[in-house]
Nanobody, 121 residues
Framework: QVQLVESGGGLVQAGGSLRLSCVGSGRTFNALGWFRQAPGKEREFVAAISWQGSTDYADSVKDRSTISRDNAKNTVYLQMNALKPEDTAVYYC?????????????????WGQGTQVTVSS
């Protein structure tokens, strides 16, 4: 069973950057994803990366975010630049049931507890 722990969130001014990290308890061949949930909104897809390193991004973050993984360290990262107030949310990392990346929440079996990102205007 995989356990995931996120870190790197915080309070940032608009235009700033954050690097979120997520460390797993064991090595995995599965795809990994980042999701976020803002107050009053559904949890939404942000980015995903396959075991091989292929990536996928939501349109809202594609031009200013980079997802990466270090399989040897069981860690996935999300670098976010040019942050906007609408990026404010709790960010969750998750481990997919499959090696192939997907945007579907139902395909992710293991979830971290989340890390808060707050972007001030």
């Amino acid at each position: 069973q995989v356990q995931l722990v996120e870190s790197g969130g915080g309070l940032v001014q608009a235009g700033g950057s954050l690097r979120l990290s997520c460390v797993g308890s064991g090595r995995t061949f599965n795809a990994l994803g980042w999701f976020r949930q803002a107050p009053g909104k559904e949890r939404e897809f942000v980015a995903a990366i396959s075991w091989q390193g292929s990536t996928d991004y939501a349109d809202s973050v594609k031009d200013r975010s980079t997802i990466s993984r270090d399989n040897a360290k069981n860690t996935v990262y999300l670098q976010m630049n040019a942050l906007k107030p609408e990026d404010t949310a709790v960010y969750y990392c998750a481990s997919c049931l499959f090696a192939t990346m997907t945007r579907s929440l139902s395909s992710y079996l293991y979830w971290g507890q989340g890390t808060q990102v707050t972007v001030s205007s």
